[in-house]
């Protein structure tokens, strides 16, 4: 677990995150639970009114509003206050998938359009119209044997009409951090492994401040921690108090937002 493989964390486990960002945690089918980060415990726990299984969700930078993906692949808005949804689109292709299988749901915030990945399937699509382009499998790029086993991507550079932005992954089976090098070819490029193994879901999203400093934020193996993406070294790793739900994907948002 990563709290006894990380000693260096073990003063951010009693204190808590010297940051005011807000984490929306999906568990179970469809319950969203937002934690405060700052103080490192859990504020809100609501149900998105959707019918059967969001597939994840993300934070969306050109409207302020945290999307989601339901099962039948609309996307939607989601009022995290309420747990009210209103339809964006509707995707024209469907994404083949197992059921075990973590469903990648991320916004990239230059084109604005939503990256929408499982196993090696890679989908982009485009959130006026629900246009989907099947883009390059996932493959690694290196001389990485195997697949890319990915749990968890975002990009940076999270604000309202970026120009450039970096696109990661983190690989489940391998206990690494990814870079996408090449988004639509689907071409993967492992940055360096983390020193240790995940069990059960992740969730993987970078938040960007006001003066366009990213935070790299992982939840895994029960707890939040942050990363740095150029080395790929986990910095500081909190518990957070009263979060008795498994999360299956996080969106993170500064304290400036909705």
Do not use: C
Not at 35 to 64: K, N, T
């Amino acid at each position: 677990m990563f709290k006894y493989a990380l000693p260096g964390a073990m003063a951010a486990l009693i204190a808590g995150p010297a940051l005011s960002d807000t984490a929306i945690g999906l568990a179970g089918d469809r319950t969203l639970v937002q934690i405060d980060l700052s103080a490192a415990h859990v504020v809100g726990m609501i149900e998105a009114d959707v019918e059967g299984r969001l597939l994840g969700l993300d934070y969306r930078p050109s409207s302020g509003r945290i999307i989601g993906v339901t099962e039948d692949f609309v996307v939607v808005n989601i009022d995290i206050s309420t747990g009210e949804v209103a339809e964006v689109t509707i995707m024209d292709t469907p994404l083949e998938f197992d059921e075990d299988t973590p469903v990648i749901v991320d916004i990239n915030p230059v084109p604005d359009a939503l990256r929408f990945m499982a196993g090696t399937v890679n989908h982009r699509v485009n959130l006026s119209s629900g246009e989907v382009t099947v883009d390059g499998d996932l493959h690694f790029g290196d001389d990485t044997d195997g697949e890319p086993m990915v749990g968890g991507t975002a990009y940076t550079n999270v604000v309202d009409g970026a120009e450039e932005t970096r696109m990661f992954n983190i690989d489940v089976a391998r206990g690494a951090l990814l870079r996408q090098t090449a988004p639509n070819d689907g071409t993967i490029e492992v940055v360096g492994t983390l020193g240790v193994m995940f069990d059960g879901p992740i969730g993987f999203d970078v938040v960007t401040d006001s003066e366009g400093n990213d935070t790299a934020w992982l939840y895994a193996n029960g707890m939040f921690h942050t990363v740095d993406l150029d080395n790929a070294v986990i910095l500081d790793s909190w518990e957070i108090e009263a979060l008795d739900v498994a999360l299956r994907d996080i969106a993170v948002m500064t304290e400036n937002d909705d």
